[in-house]
């Protein structure tokens, strides 16, 4: 990890140093163009940090000034993590742009920090080709998988491609969900059966009728 915090806005700088302090121990500067860099694993740590620069310059006497320098770690701790598989059945005959499945991940990350927000791509395989006739759009930080071919030009009723839920941190982390797509032949489809038909019939009568 690189922190590229040029401060060498002044004229006639000499020296950059870093005032001595706990925080200041994970990091170094380069004395004479001011670049912070980290200087041990952060993995392990908590919280921020803070930083004192001194810079003095050439004079005689030499002057010298400070500026603070806030570090605010971004961690990056949870990878995204896809609940389920995903299964749908679905017409031959299927519209472009109809709805197929929405999907969605959850992250343990803050969702204000890019560590915890999401993006969505499919993904071919295992059926080759598959993902070819499906496109999808992020709404609401979920993924919405849509029909964009004729699924009739495929050779396969049984269509197979992942999903992969990404977050924004550095690195990023994801997951990987299987989308399964059966279209159904409407050929084949069975036609629904009339059940037993229940007919009551009522004959409103007299009372003299009954006799
Ligand atoms: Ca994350």
């Known amino acids: 990890m690189v922190i590229a915090l040029v401060l060498q806005i002044m004229i006639n700088v000499s020296l950059f140093v870093l005032q001595q302090s706990q925080d200041s121990s994970r990091f170094k500067i380069d004395p004479a163009r001011g ?26 006497p030499p002057l010298s000034a400070e500026a603070l320098v806030y570090v605010d770690m971004r961690r990056n701790e949870n990878a995204p993590v896809f609940a389920t598989n995903y299964t749908r059945n679905i017409s031959e005959y299927a519209s ?71 977050d924004r941190g550095v690195p990023s982390k994801s997951d990987t969900a299987y989308v399964n797509v059966r279209y159904v032949y409407c050929s084949s489809m069975i036609l629904p059966r009339l059940g037993l038909l229940v007919i009551t019939m009522y004959i409103l009568l007299n009372c003299d009728d009954r006799f």
Do not use: W
């Open 35 to 60: 670049i912070i860099q980290v200087a041990s694993p952060l993995y392990l740590d908590t919280g921020n940090y803070n930083l004192t620069v001194v810079a003095t310059d050439n004079g005689a």
């Open 96 to 166: 472009i742009g109809q709805h197929v499945v929405t999907v969605s991940a959850s992250d343990a990350d803050p969702v204000t920090s890019p560590s915890g927000q999401l993006t969505y791509e499919l993904v071919d395989g295992p059926t080759q080709g598959a993902v070819g006739y499906f496109s999808l759009s992020e709404e609401r930080s979920e993924g919405v998988i849509s029909v964009n071919r004729s699924l009739r030009d495929f050779p396969s009723s049984n269509m197979y491609f992942r999903v992969r839920a990404s």
